[in-house]
């Protein structure tokens, strides 16, 4: 019993040491995350626009234009 006490006062003691720094220094977590500057590879990156589908002559679906083959049925697409 004596050790799960001194347990629970050791981790509220770490809990002390680490938070209240953090709730200090301006508001806690969520607002260092706010004013925290954007990376600029964070940007999100522009839509590619996607290739243009054509049909497989054999089972007649749609595959990719930079396809050499069909994966639904096999056929070559050459």
Same mark, same amino acid.
């Given at each position: 019993?004596?050790? !799960?006490? =001194? @347990?629970? *006062?050791? +981790?509220?003691?770490?809990? /002390? !040491?680490? =938070? @209240?720094? *953090?709730? +200090?220094?301006?508001?806690? /977590?969520?607002?260092? @995350?706010?004013?925290?500057?954007?990376?600029?590879?964070?940007?999100?990156?522009?839509?590619?626009?996607?290739?243009?589908?054509?049909?497989?002559?054999?089972?007649?679906?749609?595959?990719?234009?930079?396809?050499?083959?069909?994966?639904?049925?096999?056929?070559?697409?050459?």
């Amino acid at each position: 019993m004596m050790m !799960v006490a =001194g @347990l629970i *006062v050791m +981790l509220l003691v770490v809990l /002390l !040491v680490i =938070g @209240l720094p *953090v709730l +200090l220094a301006g508001g806690g /977590l969520a607002a260092a @995350l706010r004013r925290r500057p954007s990376h600029p590879s964070a940007a999100p990156l522009p839509a590619t626009p996607p290739a243009v589908a054509r049909q497989c002559p054999a089972c007649g679906r749609e595959v990719r234009a930079e396809w050499q083959v069909c994966p639904f049925c096999g056929a070559a697409l050459t």
